[in-house]
């Protein structure tokens, strides 16, 4: 935030609401604006008309990108960063849910979903905590606003637009700027207490953008963020009784989003993408990385900072070379563990320093200062849960995502409004890195050469006579031996141009 500190500019920012209490110029009545919707950890195949039948209604109406892609990391704060800056981790430097920055704890990774958290690391990293410019920032500076509605975690509310852009954020535990919070309680009241499934916050949220955003002279643009099915099938699972519950719940509040339109003659102006930052599968996992580590002598303990672990990325003390291969090739050795990354040996290489691993490179994380000495995944197959719904991967719990399997990383995208073509289903690959620019094009303004991400044309009614380049599939694979066996990597890719978008990864071991 270059000389200025967050705290400074949580006391200085203003902003403008409908309440009167902040002013800037308004919307023009003819404004075409955009509206984001993300529901949290969805599924296509949640997708029906008997659990989620506006949402279903809705993609009938526009366009639907099928082949969308989240980013690897498929982890929520991950892909807020680059849902937020148009940008890949590479370019914005959020490298996963959980982050280590040794200048705040030596030997502990941080949580990003915690805006204290993010705080330290702000201030630690002189106001680069994302090392790139949002998509609030570009709005800004055109002299347009938006607005961020979340009722997830603090951390994902304020990494969409950390630095409000002359918006605001509303979310129940953190309201920005501050001088605006009581306003906002004495409106719709004091956030309810988190629950499973969350409905009662996911209905105060969307009061909060019926009043602040979805009015005549409200923000150019505005996202609504809703923390389940996620939250709920962490707990429960995929497809479990209470999971469908939350989905019903977001559904039937997509729904009052959509009629509160209609009503207040707003329907005609608003361009509506909805979209999720990942899929979900079930764990069978019984041991993580950390403790593996640890289990093998390649880590002192827990608490220890000779090897700090942050999810899926490792850090090893002074890049310790020999220690880095002995960790690589003990990991290779597990059944239950997936692809493996490490830096290549120069820029471009899709293959990774160590034998059998793939480069940073290959899946967008090659953070020139924040990218750990590897970074793996846990392995996954096609089985089906107890209630039908396919996918399960070795990771720990009851059931998540973060894992380069077709199940979190292959997700739907769905548009409608003034600006998108109507009744269509598009199978050009996209990513949640493009929404950025899409809605920058359709307010106007040219996409910075700082945004890794493509306008979606191709669901646009102003796409360019000339067709976009026809997307390819490649493999890039990876083989070495360890004691005992064979350890094959493949990551398959779709290319189009100069963009990459990361399918899935898929690991096979062989007996010797």
């Known amino acids: 935030m270059n000389s200025f500190t967050l705290r400074t500019l949580l006391l200085n920012v203003s902003v403008w609401l409908p309440l009167g209490l902040l002013a800037q110029p308004k919307t023009g009545p003819d404004e075409l604006r955009t509206l984001v919707v993300i529901f949290d950890g969805l599924r296509s195949d949640y997708i029906r008309p008997e659990t989620m039948p506006n949402l279903y209604a809705f993609q009938k109406t526009g366009v639907h990108a099928q ?19 148009g940008s890949y981790p590479k370019t914005h430097g959020i490298l996963g849910n959980s982050v280590y920055f040794p200048k705040v704890r ?25 090392t790139t410019i949002s998509l609030g920032e570009h709005l800004q500076t055109a002299g347009k606003r938006m607005m961020v509605f979340s009722s997830g975690t603090t951390g994902q509310a304020f990494l969409q637009n950390r630095k409000l852009g002359g918006g605001a954020i509303i979310n129940p535990g953190l309201i920005l700027p501050e001088s605006i919070r009581d306003s906002i309680h004495a409106a719709i009241g004091t956030a309810p207490a988190y629950a499973t499934p969350n409905t009662a916050r996911h209905v105060w949220v969307t009061d909060a953008l019926l009043r602040y955003g979805l009015v005549a002279n409200g923000p150019q643009v505005n996202s609504i963020w809703y923390s389940d099915p996620d939250g709920t099938a962490h707990a429960k699972g995929v497809g479990d009784s209470l999971t469908m519950q939350a989905i019903w719940g977001v559904d039937q509040q997509f729904g009052r989003i959509l009629d509160s339109l209609k009503v207040r003659n707003l329907i005609k102006q608003f361009n509506i993408i909805v979209t999720t930052d990942h899929g979900f599968v079930t764990h069978a996992g019984k041991i993580g990385f950390s403790d ?10 827990k608490e220890s900072d000779d090897v700090v672990l942050a999810d899926g990325a490792i850090y090893v003390k002074n890049h310790e070379p020999a220690l880095i291969q002995k960790i690589v090739s003990t990991l290779q050795a597990e059944p239950w563990v997936g692809a493996i990354f490490t830096k290549g040996a120069k820029v471009g290489d899709l293959k990774g320093s160590i034998p059998g691993t793939l480069s940073f490179e290959s899946v967008h994380w090659q953070h020139a200062q924040r990218a750990a000495d590897i970074l793996v995944d846990v392995n996954w197959n096609d089985e089906k849960n107890n209630v039908g719904y396919a996918g399960k991967s070795f990771a720990k719990g009851v059931a998540g995502h973060g894992s380069l399997s077709p199940y979190e990383v292959q997700i739907s995208l769905f548009a409608a409004g003034p600006s998108f073509k109507k009744g269509i289903t598009s199978q050009l690959p996209s990513s949640i890195i493009d929404i950025a620019p899409t809605v920058l094009h359709l307010h106007g303004l040219a996409v910075p050469k700082s945004m890794d991400g493509r306008v979606l044309s191709e669901l646009l009614f102003s796409a360019p006579k000339k067709p976009p380049v026809s997307p390819k599939t490649e493999c890039i694979q990876t083989t070495t031996t360890y004691g005992g066996g064979t350890y094959t990597l493949i990551l398959n890719r779709t290319v189009m141009g100069p963009h990459q978008y990361v399918n899935y990864a898929q690991v096979s071991r062989s007996v010797q």
């Open 292 to 301: 593996l580590l640890i289990q093998k002598g390649l880590k002192a303990g």
């Open 106 to 130: 030596a030997n502990k990774a941080l949580n990003t979903g915690d805006y204290e958290d993010l705080y330290k690391i702000d201030q630690a990293t002189k106001g680069a905590l994302q």
């Open 67 to 85: 082949q969308h892609h989240s980013v690897f990391p498929t982890v929520t704060r991950v892909n807020t960063s680059s849902y937020s800056t």
